[in-house]
């Protein structure tokens, strides 16, 4: 130990001394910025996220006020563990029999898609991470509404994120409806 001021001061003098108490400085410097800096940062969560869509398309409108059915447009919800984006022909099946004289901007949009035959890209609202695996037609074929998991649609003017899908979550509803909760039940 070297002499500073007078007391006996506990500065290393060898260099590997001098290495380990920077590395020490150094990682209690990047550990304390790494706290600050998610303390302060906004949440990294998507709750109410509402991208921006090709089409202003309502759910409050198609399956609120017209009380038109979830798995009516996303038909793969009760085959497939995917629930879908409806397809064009879809929205055309009702679209083509509502007889207005000016049908409005967005169903021009779906129809004169549907006439390209482009498909309508949409921005995925809800997506869980690569490791985790939802089956839709699993959770249909145990009556768990679309509301319990994507929140009250039927009201949505513009689709939105309302729930953040932590495994929290999933695992309480698993344990409230006696679901399996062992890992490998939904991460792969």
Same mark, same amino acid.
């Given at each position: 130990?070297?002499?500073?001021?007078?007391?006996?001061?506990?500065?290393?003098?060898?260099?590997?001394?001098?290495?380990?108490?920077?590395?020490?400085?150094?990682?209690?410097?990047?550990?304390? +910025?790494?706290?600050?800096?998610?303390?302060?940062?906004? +949440?990294?969560?998507?709750?109410?996220?509402?991208?921006?869509?090709?089409?202003?398309?309502?759910?409050?409108?198609?399956?609120?006020?017209?009380?038109? #059915?979830?798995?009516?447009?996303?038909?793969? +919800?009760?085959?497939?563990?995917?629930?879908?984006?409806?397809?064009?022909?879809?929205?055309?099946?009702?679209?083509?029999?509502?007889?207005?004289? #000016?049908?409005?901007?967005?169903?021009?949009?779906?129809? #004169? +898609?549907?006439?390209?035959?482009?498909?309508?890209?949409?921005?995925?609202?809800? #997506?869980?991470?690569?490791h985790v695996w939802f089956n839709h037609k699993r959770h249909i074929a145990k009556d768990i509404t679309c509301q319990k998991c994507h929140g009250?649609?039927?009201?949505?003017?513009?689709?939105?994120?309302?729930?953040?899908?932590?495994?929290?979550?999933?695992?309480?509803?698993?344990?409230?409806?006696?679901?399996?909760?062992?890992?490998?039940?939904?991460?792969?």
């Amino acid at each position: 130990m070297a002499k500073l001021g007078g007391y006996d001061s506990y500065v290393p003098t060898s260099p590997m001394g001098k290495f380990a108490v920077t590395g020490v400085a150094m990682g209690g410097i990047g550990g304390l +910025a790494f706290i600050v800096f998610f303390y302060f940062a906004p +949440a990294y969560s998507f709750s109410e996220w509402a991208p921006e869509q090709p089409v202003a398309f309502s759910h409050k409108l198609h399956a609120g006020d017209n009380r038109i #059915d979830c798995q009516y447009c996303h038909t793969y +919800a009760r085959k497939s563990e995917m629930a879908g984006v409806p397809s064009l022909s879809t929205c055309i099946n009702c679209h083509r029999n509502i007889k207005t004289d #000016d049908p409005g901007p967005e169903v021009q949009k779906v129809m #004169d +898609a549907f006439e390209a035959q482009t498909p309508i890209e949409w921005i995925r609202v809800y #997506d869980l991470p690569d490791h985790v695996w939802f089956n839709h037609k699993r959770h249909i074929a145990k009556d768990i509404t679309c509301q319990k998991c994507h929140g009250q649609v039927q009201e949505y003017v513009v689709q939105k994120k309302v729930i953040d899908h932590k495994m929290g979550i999933c695992l309480n509803c698993h344990q409230e409806n006696d679901a399996p909760t062992d890992c490998w039940t939904c991460h792969t």
